[in-house]
């Protein structure tokens, strides 16, 4: 077993050939020329830390004394053994300790947090901007709203525009809560402070959060500095490089994100101890991060897997999780959750295994979960057949497929379909009719075999 460390001055190679991840798979580099491109450009020239530039002519006047006050408050909650001598400092003096002005002098990350929103044009051309976006069911935008600095305030509003509804629909268990919030507020401040500390502010863009009917989508430039989610959670440590250290650190001192690098895998713990499901991030673009954060139960036995199963730990949680949202997983984990008896069944369509089934109450979904028997779905086209003479696939589809798990999408249940005909027709239980019709029908073979013994 390798571990690779993400790439620091050159893309990883194996055997000569270099490798980069896109979405959860890994693909030769020279096949993605636009995000090679990119790559050689991060590593071969690493850039200053833009947020610690100073802003030549700004004062202490272009901040927002809202903000200022709101600044000293939040460091003294950080720094609890150094409130009395906060009071003692001026604003200088504060700001300097903070770290959000270097040696007196006004920074950008200083203006991004503390700013008064006329204040902006010191960071021209980049751009210091978050935008809430209500979409509906159908992805039509329905409202929208902008929050320029001071972002130490300024994030709030953000949130107030949120939906943030009480879920009630948690099942009538007693091991339910009754009642909890779509969104965790200190999961939605610590995703959106991510966005801003890690921006990347040269490209021009603005920050995003899109408000849909069940979940929040936060996007800003710059690619993932980690690599992947795992490496931040497996890892539990402190990155060796930051794109913004200077506003990094600022905002740590100022109590906005947890110690730099644990953020994120606190998120994933407040989803769990939620009983929600944990944050999807997209890092299938390399100039930019996606993370979505959703507000509803997907599947109500990984629920009660989490509320039963207090023994896991979140590397095996963020594992379930992808299997209730049909995502793929890795072999390795795939074989030690089945090991251990917590899923079953095929790697591309696992489910709940029998032995969770019985301990969280879920025998009945579980049997649904596997579906019928493949010999019960044979005996159904036969006794079909017998009954109407002949049929197209499309008449198949409409009998089997309340019998097949709950597990699949349509399109993997007109796969199995598909799949049992042609393995009737080699059995020679069935056959295609010759009567000359304009779609392909299958009738019985002649006698027809008995099915299943």
Same mark, same amino acid.
């Given at each position: 077993?390798?571990?690779?460390?993400?790439?620091? +001055?050159?893309? =990883?190679?194996?055997?000569? =050939?270099?490798?980069?991840?896109?979405?959860? +798979?890994?693909?030769?580099?020279?096949?993605?020329?636009?995000?090679?491109?990119?790559?050689?450009?991060?590593?071969?020239?690493?850039?200053?830390?833009?947020?610690?530039?100073?802003?030549?002519?700004?004062?202490?006047?272009?901040?927002?004394? !809202?903000?200022?006050?709101?600044? /000293?408050?939040?460091?003294?909650?950080?720094?609890?053994?150094? $409130?009395?001598?906060?009071?003692? @400092?001026?604003?200088?003096?504060?700001?300097?300790?903070?770290?959000? &002005?270097?040696?007196?002098?006004? &920074? /950008?990350?200083?203006?991004?947090?503390?700013?008064?929103?006329?204040? *902006? +044009?010191?960071?021209?051309?980049?751009?210091?901007?978050?935008? @809430?976006?209500?979409?509906?069911?159908?992805?039509?935008?329905?409202?929208?709203? +902008?929050?320029?600095?001071?972002?130490?305030?300024? *994030?709030?509003?953000?949130?107030?525009? =949120?939906?943030?509804?009480?879920?009630?629909?948690?099942?009538?268990?007693?091991?339910?809560?009754?009642?909890?919030?779509?969104?965790?507020?200190?999961?939605? !401040?610590?995703?959106?402070?991510?966005?801003?500390?890690?921006?990347?502010?040269?490209?021009?863009?603005?920050?995003?959060?899109?408000?849909?009917?069940?979940?929040?989508?936060? $996007?800003?430039?710059?690619?993932?500095?980690?690599?992947?989610?795992?490496?931040?959670?497996?890892?539990?440590?402190?990155?060796?490089?930051?794109?913004?250290?200077?506003?990094?650190?600022?905002?740590?001192?100022?109590?906005?994100?947890?110690?730099?690098?644990?953020?994120?895998?606190?998120?994933?713990?407040?989803?769990?101890?939620?009983?929600?499901?944990?944050?999807?991030?997209?890092?299938?673009?390399?100039?930019?991060?996606?993370? /979505?954060?959703?507000?509803?139960?997907?599947?109500? %036995?990984?629920?009660?897997?989490?509320?039963?199963?207090?023994?896991?730990?979140?590397?095996?949680?963020?594992?379930?999780?992808?299997?209730?949202?049909?995502?793929?997983?890795?072999?390795?984990?795939?074989?030690?959750?089945?090991?251990?008896?917590?899923?079953?069944?095929?790697?591309?369509?696992?489910?709940?295994?029998?032995?969770?089934?019985?301990?969280?109450?879920?025998?009945?979904?579980?049997?649904?979960?596997?579906?019928?028997?493949?010999?019960?779905?044979?005996?159904? *086209?036969?006794?079909?057949?017998?009954?109407?003479?002949?049929?197209?696939?499309?008449?198949?589809?409409?009998?089997?497929?309340?019998?097949?798990?709950?597990?699949?999408?349509?399109?993997?249940?007109?796969?199995? =379909?598909?799949?049992?005909?042609?393995?009737? %027709?080699?059995?020679?239980?069935?056959?295609?009719?010759?009567?000359?019709?304009?779609?392909?029908? @299958?009738?019985?073979?002649?006698?027809?075999?008995?099915?299943?013994?």
């Amino acid at each position: 077993m390798f571990q690779v460390q993400a790439a620091n +001055h050159k893309p =990883v190679a194996f055997q000569n =050939v270099e490798y980069i991840r896109v979405g959860s +798979h890994k693909k030769p580099l020279k096949d993605y020329w636009e995000k090679e491109r990119e790559l050689w450009r991060l590593l071969s020239d690493p850039q200053p830390d833009w947020s610690a530039q100073i802003c030549s002519g700004a004062t202490l006047a272009d901040l927002d004394p !809202r903000a200022l006050a709101s600044a /000293r408050q939040k460091y003294k909650e950080k720094h609890a053994k150094l $409130t009395s001598e906060v009071d003692g @400092w001026d604003d200088l003096t504060f700001m300097n300790k903070a770290k959000v &002005t270097s040696n007196s002098q006004i &920074t /950008r990350a200083a203006i991004i947090l503390l700013g008064k929103e006329e204040s *902006v +044009h010191f960071l021209s051309p980049a751009v210091a901007r978050v935008t @809430w976006i209500l979409k509906d069911n159908q992805g039509i935008e329905q409202d929208y709203a +902008h929050f320029n600095p001071p972002f130490l305030l300024n *994030v709030d509003e953000v949130y107030k525009k =949120v939906r943030n509804l009480t879920l009630r629909a948690l099942g009538g268990d007693t091991l339910f809560p009754r009642e909890i919030s779509k969104y965790d507020d200190w999961v939605f !401040r610590e995703a959106l402070h991510n966005c801003i500390a890690h921006q990347d502010y040269t490209q021009g863009g603005q920050i995003n959060v899109v408000e849909e009917d069940d979940s929040l989508l936060f $996007t800003n430039l710059g690619s993932f500095i980690p690599g992947t989610v795992e490496n931040v959670i497996e890892r539990d440590a402190p990155e060796e490089t930051y794109r913004n250290r200077l506003l990094a650190e600022a905002m740590v001192n100022l109590n906005m994100i947890d110690t730099i690098g644990s953020g994120i895998k606190r998120m994933f713990r407040k989803q769990k101890e939620r009983f929600l499901p944990m944050p999807d991030y997209d890092l299938s673009d390399i100039k930019r991060v996606k993370v /979505r954060i959703i507000g509803k139960i997907l599947d109500e %036995r990984f629920t009660r897997m989490l509320i039963a199963r207090t023994d896991l730990d979140l590397v095996d949680v963020i594992v379930l999780d992808k299997v209730q949202k049909r995502q793929p997983i890795a072999e390795d984990a795939f074989r030690s959750l089945k090991r251990r008896g917590l899923i079953e069944g095929r790697k591309a369509a696992p489910i709940i295994s029998a032995a969770v089934a019985i301990v969280t109450g879920q025998e009945a979904d579980y049997i649904h979960s596997r579906g019928s028997d493949k010999d019960d779905c044979k005996r159904k *086209v036969v006794e079909y057949l017998k009954q109407f003479g002949n049929a197209v696939r499309k008449k198949f589809e409409e009998l089997l497929f309340p019998m097949l798990p709950t597990v699949l999408d349509e399109q993997q249940k007109r796969d199995f =379909v598909k799949n049992l005909l042609q393995e009737m %027709r080699r059995e020679g239980t069935i056959q295609k009719t010759t009567g000359g019709t304009k779609r392909a029908a @299958w009738e019985l073979s002649k006698p027809a075999p008995e099915v299943g013994g």
